[in-house]
């Protein structure tokens, strides 16, 4: 809820979860929860957060302008990091109300050494059942349960391990004749994190995560018929920063991904039909090198490049179509064969210059490439069919590059913060529909999709107070972005 009121953060509104940075599409946004991937970060259709606030201990936001060691989505970075509980002593916080119920428990394991962090909540929702006068019965559910834990092992290496799992349901069953209206998601994700410092100038941190998100629609409760999609992320990544000297901060790091994507598969009795869908695997690796760089009293210029390796593997059949969208050819790929592959560069840079001990203004440029969308049929969750697909033959990777100019100082004896920032985006490989676009169970789901080009401009104002008994901020946001596709709209 506060990212709505953040310049530059437009949300579709209650009823969903999607929300758009600067003219991108909702799924060119990252939602890290202490560096794994969550999918969707909502409980109800976007009124409640998937992330208990309990369990958060910060969160910041990039809006196109995140520094190398982020990658793989065109619009925004949310990196969220969970609390590592106590080391001191035992305590827990809890709350009881009409919409949703929460615990959080956290202490030392060994006191100075090593301390936990549990946080559950669920819903309360069911008692709006009461107020249906009708043979139908509703189903409002949800829950997320986060668990971490922090473990120093001497004074150079420490662990943490972070669990999230969250689900939400939503059905309405009529047992006369099975008419069962229902979807569900579900979030899991685990991260295993290794802090190193080598000396006084060295330090690492390596990172193994996995997340997966599962998307259900429900047919028929009794008969047990659904369709699903789902995504899974495994990711295994190693960074270094290294303080050189007063002047350069040098940061560089390596990562391996591997992506599955079920783009659909539908159930009928407990038994797969054969109309399901191959499951999309993809292989990715990325480096990435930056420096912070002093230059002189007044300047400071970040500046770094980030490369990627995209692979898409078989076993699959992949498609081919010709201007007017019908296949012309098809070829079987066995399992572990590259059938396509994309080499990427990524440049950014940023320049800082102090105009006072108050003022400053920021210049930043970043290329940014995204090799998973999501495609969906609708922004309502109520009828929205989520499927994620790589980069491929039919499907170019999307880019972007960005522009972005600001003045940012404080302001009446440093009791405020003000800040104005225009930006120019540019996207390329942009995704939309046909007419009647089919995406439940499609094989040929490619042939659905128009492609084309954006851009969006605008200028962001924030006047924020964050000292003193009243804090607080007020913001306004001018914005325009345009798309031009082929077929739709008459390519206008």
Request: proline share 3%; hydrophobic share 35%.
């Amino acid at each position: 809820k506060s990212l709505q009121n953040v310049p530059g953060i437009l949300t579709f509104g209650d009823g969903s979860s999607f929300y758009y940075v600067r003219g991108g599409s909702s799924d060119q946004n990252l939602l890290l929860i202490d560096e794994a991937p969550v999918y969707n970060p909502s409980h109800l259709f976007g009124f409640f957060s998937a992330l208990a606030p309990d369990a958060i201990k910060e969160v910041v936001i990039y809006k196109g302008d995140f520094p190398a060691n982020y990658g793989g989505r065109l619009s925004s970075v949310v990196d969220v990091r969970a609390r590592e509980g106590n080391l001191k002593q035992v305590g827990f916080s809890g709350n009881i109300g009409i919409y949703t119920s929460d615990l959080t428990l956290e202490g030392p394991i060994l006191k100075d050494k090593s301390s936990f962090i549990i946080s559950g909540r669920k819903s309360n929702l069911n008692w709006l059942q009461r107020y249906i006068d009708d043979q139908r019965s509703y189903t409002f559910d949800f829950y997320d349960f986060n668990i971490k834990l922090n473990v120093k092992l001497n004074k150079n290496n420490r662990l943490y391990l972070t669990t999230f799992t969250g689900n939400d349901i939503f059905e309405r069953y009529t047992s006369l004749n099975d008419n069962t209206f229902g979807i569900s998601w579900k979030n899991i994700a685990g991260t295993l994190r290794w802090n190193h410092v080598f000396n006084s100038k060295l330090f690492s941190n390596t990172t193994a995560y996995f997340s997966r998100y599962n998307y259900f629609l429900d047919i028929s409760k009794e008969l047990r018929n659904y369709w699903t999609s789902s995504i899974t992320n495994a990711t295994l990544k190693t960074d270094f920063s290294w303080f050189l000297n007063p002047e350069n901060t040098i940061k560089t790091g390596l990562e391996f991904n591997r992506h599955e994507s079920n783009p659909g598969k539908m159930y009928y009795s407990d038994e797969e039909i054969p109309a399901s869908l191959a499951t999309d695997q993809s292989n990715e690796i990325a480096f990435y090198a930056a420096n912070e760089q002093k230059i002189g009293e007044k300047l400071i210029a970040r500046y770094g490049l980030r490369l990627t390796r995209w692979n898409d593997l078989g076993p699959t059949s992949v498609y081919f179509f010709d201007a007017n969208h019908n296949v012309i050819d098809t070829i079987q790929v066995a399992g572990n064969t590259i059938y396509e592959s994309f080499l990427n560069f990524e440049p950014r840079i940023s320049l800082r210059y102090k105009l006072s001990e108050s003022a400053s203004l920021n210049a930043a440029y970043n290329h940014n490439v995204q090799h998973l969308q999501m495609l969906s049929n609708s922004t309502s969750p109520f009828t929205s069919l989520e499927v994620w697909v790589p980069a491929g033959p039919n499907i170019k990777p999307q880019q972007s590059d960005q522009f972005s100019l600001g003045y940012f100082s404080k302001i009446f004896q440093r009791q405020f913060d003000f800040s104005v920032e225009a930006y120019y985006k540019r996207l390329y490989n942009q995704i939309d529909y046909k007419d009647h676009a089919n995406l439940l169970i499609n094989q040929l789901i490619e042939g659905e999709l128009r492609f084309g080009d954006g851009w969006s401009y605008g200028i962001e104002t924030l006047l924020r107070k964050s000292k003193g008994k009243l804090t607080g901020w007020i913001s306004y946001t001018y914005s325009r972005t345009m798309k031009q596709i082929s077929d739709v709209n008459k390519g206008e």
